[in-house]
């Protein structure tokens, strides 16, 4: 046995010490071509110091070794050593047999770095220099699937596929595809590809994204069991909560909806979705004490969440607690980006407080932007007929009208304005 493989065995049984001290023994009596592949094994158990030392030596005794380049090129990066990686891939010329390697280490780098053109640009030179290596296939693919681009994935994963092999660097190639058809919106062929994923291979991810696919579908029954089991083998998986809640309620199942959102808050009582989905919830229910509880708490989790802002004023002027939406709203009222649906629920607060020249300025600053929305407009036409403003009520009427013409209630206010 090679000092080496002693070396292995060592890390193998936790015995670090031991096995740092045969380390010494395996660079001066292993061969060559054994130490390289010793530092390989290092560097996937995460040992790069260890393993970028037997490289370096190895590249002293072989300064023409490219492979050797590109190995301490992707150490360097994992270390977040780029400029240095990018030493050794420079010295790699296109000539050499790991130029394609270089390039598949210099896309991984630029997308560290963010630089997702010239990323781009390294994996297509690779694509062309080798239109048929399973490794550049790989790269490509997980290149578009990073960035969202996932019409410019899936040929690149049928590619694979296509070389006989389902999964690559331990990556679920049906998983991927699954995925990639999911985030299009293509829920009959994602369910396909999901159902076709290893069971080695079935995360807790790719689980909730089935349940969730499935609910996209309607297959009701399909996802309750899914997301069900996916919570009973890994209960801190707190999205999955939402999920089933939001099945029982597609299925009528009001109660267990709103006691699965509880049990989800149990384990996990910092997450302000869960929160607002049971407050909703409970107002539903009629738990208007409920309600208000867990959407206040939800804003006091995320006060700076706009979508659980408007959530908890949503219910506050359902209420009628016009103040208290005003002190919830108005610190928000002064910034340079204010959401027009902020202004539009403090103009609802001023209006049901009658306060109409105050409420008239929020609708006014609201309209720009929220001129396609029929309620707005709706709103905005009550606080005008309030005020007496008949030119702006025939205005808002004429524009309300266009995108609800069958609303006869308020096309015969528009002609009496007539």
């Known amino acids: 046995m090679t000092y080496s493989a002693k070396v292995l065995n060592e890390i193998d049984d936790g015995h670090l010490k031991a096995a740092y001290q045969l380390l010494d023994k395996a660079v001066e009596y292993d061969d060559d071509e054994t130490l390289f592949n010793l530092a390989g094994e290092l560097a996937a158990l995460g040992l790069t110091d260890k393993a970028s030392d037997i ?52 896309a991984d780098l630029y997308q560290t770095e963010g630089e997702f053109e010239v990323c781009e640009s390294k994996l297509m030179e690779a694509y062309q220099l080798e239109p048929d290596e399973p490794a550049v296939f ?8 990073l960035v969202g681009n996932f019409e410019r994935a899936i040929p690149f994963y049928f590619a ?17 595809l699954a995925m990639c058809y999911a985030q299009r919106g293509h829920y009959e062929q994602a369910l396909g590809y999901f159902q076709q ?18 609910l996209h579908l309607k297959h009701y029954s399909q996802a309750e069991d899914t997301l069900k089991q996916l919570i009973d083998d890994d209960p801190q998986y707190t ?22 959102l509880q049990e ?30 867990y959407l206040a708490h939800a804003h006091q989790l995320d006060p700076e969440n706009i979508t659980v802002t408007l959530a908890y004023s949503r219910y506050l002027l359902q209420n009628n607690q016009y103040e208290k939406n005003l002190a919830l709203l108005q610190p928000l009222a002064n910034d340079d980006d204010v959401d027009p649906q902020v202004e539009w629920n403090i103009g609802r607060s001023y209006l049901g407080l009658e306060q109409l020249k105050k409420a008239g300025s929020y ?24 005020a007496g403003e008949l030119t702006t009520l025939k205005s808002i009427l004429r524009q309300y009208l266009k995108l609800e013409p069958t609303d006869t209630e308020m096309a015969a206010l528009y002609d009496e304005l007539q």
Request: glycine share 6%; charged share 20%; hydrophobic share 40%.
């Open 55 to 106: 490289y370096q030596r190895l590249l002293k005794k072989y300064p023409d070794e490219d492979q050797l380049k590109t190995s301490l090129a992707e150490l360097a990066i994992d270390d977040g050593q780029n400029d240095r990686a990018l030493q050794y891939l420079s010295q790699v010329s296109p000539q050499s047999p790991a130029y394609l390697q270089s390039l598949l280490v210099a």
């Open 239 to 260: 999205s999955a909560y939402q999920q089933l809640a939001n099945v029982y309620q597609q299925e009528h199942k009001l109660d267990l909806a709103f006691k699965t």
């Open 363 to 386: 609708f006014q600053a609201a309209a720009p932007l929220l001129n396609d929305d029929s309620q707005f407009l709706h709103d905005y036409a009550q606080w005008a007929r309030a």
């Open 160 to 176: 694979l596929i296509k070389t006989g092999t389902t999964s690559f660097s331990n990556v679920d190639l049906a998983g991927r």
């Open 138 to 145: 790989f790269a490509c693919a997980e290149y578009y699937y």
């Open 264 to 293: 989800g808050i149990g384990m996990d009582e910092y997450n302000e979705q869960l929160y607002v989905q049971a407050g909703q919830l409970a107002e539903q229910l009629g738990d208007g004490d409920k309600a208000a509880e």
């Open 197 to 214: 994923v290893a069971p080695a291979a079935m995360t807790s991810d790719l689980r909730f994204q089935t349940g969730l696919t499935q």
